[in-house]
């Protein structure tokens, strides 16, 4: 598409329940990144890939979270037992190859999935 | 671990001022730094990239200065305009851990016309 794309939007759900978010990147972008921004605070990495492999996911908080990218384009993160700390804007970014944002290879963030937990 | 930290927290100043925001970090082994700007119930938009090589960038209104041996860097944003409303975020990459940006929680700022 012509850009990220995140859904839903809005995700309001009980604690406990288990949440996916959904990220579409940009096509033929071969790294996708997943941060997490609390109300406040600045974008914090969670987790990264390259087609489909992870290459990096020492910023997930815990074993409840975790993401893949199975086909190498859409990706999925997902949240079981959610807790109310959960809530957050959780953001996706693609780029054509990864690490060097710089010339043509630009890291382009979708819109976010606003999660809140009661 | 690479801190970044942006001030002022918020600025409001009236359209037409010059203004500067501040980013600091504390590991200089960085590999770009990055400007962007966050809208609310949008993505953000990188508005400045500039590389550990380089020193600044320019692009319209906007210049982004970088010193890596202080670890900082300032926005600086010439005849504001109300448009110009957002919260602007500082981000650092490392060589080493590719594609691992470092954000500042940003300066949330105002123009009023």
């Known amino acids: 598409g012509a850009g990220v794309s995140q859904s839903p939007r809005y995700k309001v759900t009980k604690r406990g329940q288990d949440v996916a978010l959904r990220c579409d990147p940009i096509s033929g972008h071969v790294s996708l990144y997943w941060y997490r921004q609390a109300l406040g605070q600045g974008p914090e990495f969670l987790t990264y890939f390259n087609y489909e492999a992870q290459q990096d996911k020492s910023g997930l908080p815990n074993d409840r979270f975790s993401a893949e990218r199975p086909e190498g384009s859409i990706s999925t993160l997902t949240i079981q037992r959610t807790e109310q700390r959960d809530s957050a804007m959780y953001r996706c970014?693609?780029?054509?190859?990864?690490?060097?944002?710089?010339?043509?290879?630009?890291?382009?963030f979708g819109a976010g999935s606003r999660l809140t937990v009661l | 671990k690479q801190e970044v930290t942006q001030i002022p927290a918020a600025l409001s100043v009236p359209e037409g001022e010059n203004l500067v925001l501040n980013c600091s970090f504390t590991?200089?082994?960085?590999?770009?730094l990055q400007w962007f700007r966050q809208d609310p119930g949008k993505g953000l938009t990188s508005l400045l990239l500039?590389?550990?090589?380089?020193r600044e960038q320019t692009s319209g209104r906007l210049n982004a200065s970088l010193d890596k041996s202080s670890g900082r860097s300032t926005l600086y944003i010439a005849a504001s305009q109300p448009g110009d409303s957002a919260t602007y975020l500082c981000a650092v990459d490392r060589g080493s851990t590719l594609g691992r940006l470092y954000f500042g929680r940003g300066t949330q700022l105002t123009v009023w016309p």
């Open positions: 500039i590389q550990s090589s380089q």
């Open positions: 590991d200089s082994a960085i590999y770009n």
């Open positions: 970014a693609s780029s054509l190859t990864g690490g060097d944002f710089s010339g043509a290879n630009v890291l382009t």
